[in-house]
């Protein structure tokens, strides 16, 4: 299955035997893969495939569904996230999430983006200042919002609200971002930009990108994985899955045969 | 091409039938259209005709003994034509204040808790339980006061037990429905979006809750609290029953006090003349109170929805 991978690279999260339940429903069978570190990972598949389930996994959201449960282990950096001694805040600090749909909190933008590092304790107006400028710098949107950070967050337009959550979660430092179709409600030139943003940032961080579109994942991830009714079909270097794939399912998908 | 299915093919009857029905249908459109337009103007009607009516009874005699000693007298004395309500207003105060000082924060850690902390289903069971509160009589809360509630100030704080302190428990307890269900409501049509972006930025529940959710929340929250407070200033029965009645100026919480509405309900039965007048007047003090708090809750929701 992972072929076509001629440099080892250094593993950031290792998923063993992953699977998880919501009350009797299955979402995610039996998944084993590493997500290599400082790498876009694409995660392409259709609707109701896991894809969501799987990012939600990684930074532990599903706790918040008392139905759901996780069998099998999530390795970050060698720890296991799931282990009753780690704690979900903590872990959310280190894997931040982008959600499809935009959700700035109710606040200005200026606050939006400092609510993760306040939480942490820094108090410091010059400190969160310089987050502030870097991380809307690093999400493209400083140039568009640095003469109004008092504006109320929700004001901005949908692309920008979406480079905001971008910024706001970067403002917290993560390892790993996890970004849930970030793209979704995007018009083709926001969606250009913040593609921009996260090839610049994989220098930085660890990027997992679920995405609809299939085009988006050619387009920046440099793996690939697919995912096919709660199963992981293949993974593998972006361009052997989109031109030479091992699974006849994948190749299906990704001519766009169904799906 | 298909006929979708919930679209019934038309029957073919003669025209003049047809017309006919036509006739009847609109007829009766505009009747039924006329009878609902009367019944929702005669609920509007009601309140304009109690406004007009207390305003006839009230006003001149407010005119006729000045604003001023009828607001800030202290003195309340109907048989030498004394007539002054501000006991009864700072009563009235006093009361609505000790209300909201026990039911607000009780009700909103209520919905904090319930919307929160505690599985839906259990909420289910909970929440129709509170608004249960709602629908006893008045009398009944009233009556527990007097069994209960006072004897026991009386035995562990002293003064006559019925007081100010037990009326505002009462009241307390009686407005926990209305800011519970109300604020239970605001905080559910907080986006739930905005709870998992603040958690995936690493904050606690807890975190996430008083910072965002509340303030998401807060018109609605505040909107409850005025409502409550809006029932409090208006409840008489179980005030009646647990405040003590005495026209005097409070000086601590376990002094007997009488409010504006116990003062009408309990002389109402025998008032005549300008006594009688004198009461309708202290209803149209009320009257603008309660109109003054419930403008601001309707303008505190409509806030939340201008956002």
């Not at chain 2, 009589?137 to 003064?159: D, E, K, Q, T």
Request: glycine fraction near 8%.
């Amino acid at each position: 299955m992972r072929k076509g991978q001629c440099v080892e690279r250094k593993v950031k999260i290792s998923v063993q035997n992953l699977s998880v339940f919501f009350g009797q429903h299955q979402a995610l069978r039996s998944l084993t893969m590493n997500v290599p570190a400082n790498r876009i990972l694409g995660i392409i598949g259709p609707a109701s495939s896991g894809k969501t389930t799987f990012l939600r996994t990684l930074n532990r959201m599903n706790d918040l569904d008392p139905e759901s449960r996780a069998e099998g282990r999530v390795l970050l950096d060698g720890a296991d996230i799931y282990h009753p001694s780690q704690s979900a805040v903590q872990l959310r600090k280190r894997v931040g999430m982008v959600f499809a749909l935009p959700m700035p909190l109710p606040m200005s933008i200026y606050d939006n983006v400092v609510y993760g590092p306040r939480l942490s304790g820094i108090r410091n107006r010059a400190a969160l200042d310089v987050i502030v400028e870097r991380t809307l710098t690093a999400a493209f949107l400083w140039d568009e919002v640095k003469d109004r950070l008092n504006m109320l967050a929700l004001r901005l337009s949908g692309g920008q609200q979406q480079r905001l959550c971008l910024a706001r979660t970067l403002a917290m430092e993560p390892e790993v971002v996890l970004l849930d179709e970030p793209c979704s409600g995007l018009d083709p030139i926001s969606t250009a930009r913040i593609e921009d943003a996260l090839t610049v940032l994989k220098e930085r961080y660890t990027i997992i990108l679920v995405t609809n579109n299939t085009k988006q994942a050619s387009r920046i991830a440099d793996e690939t994985a697919f995912f096919l009714m709660g199963e992981l079909v293949e993974l593998g270097e972006t361009s052997q899955i989109f031109t030479v794939p091992c699974d006849q399912r994948t190749s299906d998908y990704v001519t766009g045969r169904f799906g | 091409m298909q006929n979708s299915p919930n679209i019934p093919v038309q029957p073919n009857c003669p025209d003049r039938r047809r017309t006919q029905n036509a006739v009847v249908i609109w007829c009766r459109d505009k009747l039924a259209r006329y009878i609902f337009l009367a019944v929702a103007f005669s609920a509007t009607a009601s309140l304009l005709l109690i406004a007009l009516f207390i305003l006839k009874e009230g006003v001149p005699f407010i005119i006729k003994v000045g604003l001023k000693s009828f607001l800030l007298s202290s003195e309340w004395n109907p048989a030498a034509e004394k007539f002054g309500i501000y006991p009864m207003i700072i009563a009235s105060l006093w009361v609505t204040l000790g209300a909201m000082l026990i039911g607000a924060p009780l009700g909103v850690a209520g919905a904090i808790f319930l919307t929160q902390f505690v599985p839906r289903s259990i909420m289910r069971i909970i929440k129709p339980m509170i608004e249960l509160l709602a629908g006893i009589p008045s009398v009944v809360y009233g009556f527990m006061g007097v069994m209960v509630l006072a004897p026991f100030i009386r035995n562990y704080l002293g003064g006559p037990g019925l007081s100010l302190l037990a009326g505002s428990i009462i009241l307390g307890v009686m407005v926990l429905p209305t800011v519970i269900s109300i604020s239970t409501d605001a905080i559910n049509a907080v986006p739930k979006t905005y709870l998992e972006g603040a958690l995936a930025l690493g904050a606690t529940r807890w975190q996430s809750v008083h910072m965002v959710i509340l303030k998401a929340a807060r018109s609605g929250i505040i909107a409850s609290i005025i409502l409550a407070m809006g029932r409090a200033v208006g409840e008489t029965m179980a005030v009646i029953m647990v405040a003590g009645n005495a026209v005097r100026i409070p000086h601590s919480a376990l002094d007997p006090v009488r409010t504006l509405t116990a003062n009408i309900a309990l002389e109402m039965g025998y008032a005549t003349g300008l006594h009688r007048q004198a009461l309708f007047a202290t209803g149209v003090v009320l009257f603008v109170v309660v109109m003054i708090l419930n403008s601001l809750a309707i303008a505190a929701m409509k806030r939340k929805t201008g956002n």
